[in-house]
């Protein structure tokens, strides 16, 4: 099997100095979006042969990382960041899908995805409402995942969006465990408006009321770039926006 990330992070680790990360898609990517249509029907009978397979390719893929020395793998998750949404909730009920059960099958193949990585590795899970031209796909705050995927998501830490009130408030994270740290997505990668010093410190003193500060980190809500078509901001936007992730961090 060829690898899917491994010379992107042969690269990264010759051309910069600090932590290189590799991000891939969360299993749930390959299921959510085709619906019922995930695989052809004959090679898989049910979803849960399917991840069998798609899980263990995550599993080789994340050994090859680690075996070259990778400290940091990202998982992107924008499905169980959809199923938060009532509309879509509801739509899913509309259609004969439990979308309670469809968490718990993305929660199990994000698990397994990431089982046997090396236990230096740093295993952050994003969750996205959509970032593609600064647009999103969804809304609804995390409260009815957050027992079971801040619980149960075998992951070092969660990278969540919080910049805007599409992600609701920060009760959630009341389910966040002790073991585990949150980055706070205060910062939006989707308009070139820069946020302010203190309104960033008020939001990390509001989050901090369910998480101790010293598991708190700063950070946009998403990449400048999911796609290629990029989002609404400039280079010096960008840079903007990361100086002053800085800035309030050490502040803080």
């Known amino acids: 099997m060829r690898e899917l990330a491994l010379d992107e992070f042969l690269f990264l680790r010759e051309v910069t100095r600090v932590t290189p990360k590799i991000t891939l898609p969360a299993p749930s990517t390959m299921h959510f979006y085709a619906g019922r249509h995930f695989a052809d029907p004959r090679v898989y009978a049910d979803a849960s042969e399917f991840f ?23 998982l992107d998750e924008v499905a169980i960041a959809m199923l938060c949404d009532p509309r879509l909730r509801e739509r899913a009920k509309g259609e004969g899908v439990d979308a309670d059960k469809l968490i718990d099958l993305y929660i199990d193949a994000t698990n397994q995805a990431l ?16 970032n593609f031209k600064g647009r999103y796909l969804s809304e609804g705050g995390y409260e009815a995942v957050a027992e079971r ?4 998501v075998n992951a070092t830490h969660f990278l969540l969006e919080y910049d805007s009130m599409r992600a609701g408030d920060f009760a ?4 966040v465990p002790k073991d585990k740290g949150v980055v706070l997505g205060l910062i939006s990668t989707k308009t070139p408006v820069l946020e302010t010093s203190n309104a960033l410190k008020r939001r990390i003193e509001e989050a901090s009321r369910y998480v101790d500060l010293d598991r708190l980190a700063i950070g946009p809500q998403c990449g400048f770039a999911s796609t290629v078509a990029g989002n609404p901001l400039t ?3 960008e840079r903007a926006k990361l100086a002053r992730a800085v800035e309030v961090a050490a502040a803080v």
């Open 149 to 152: 995927f801040f619980g149960d």
């Open 172 to 175: 959630p994270l009341r389910f």
């Open 235 to 237: 280079e010096a936007d």
């Open 115 to 130: 089982a046997g990585r090396p236990p230096d590795m740093a295993a952050g899970v994003h969750v996205c409402r959509g």
């Open 52 to 74: 069998a397979d798609l899980t263990l390719i995550f599993r080789q893929e994340i050994d090859s990382l680690g075996k070259a020395g990778c400290p940091y793998v990202q």
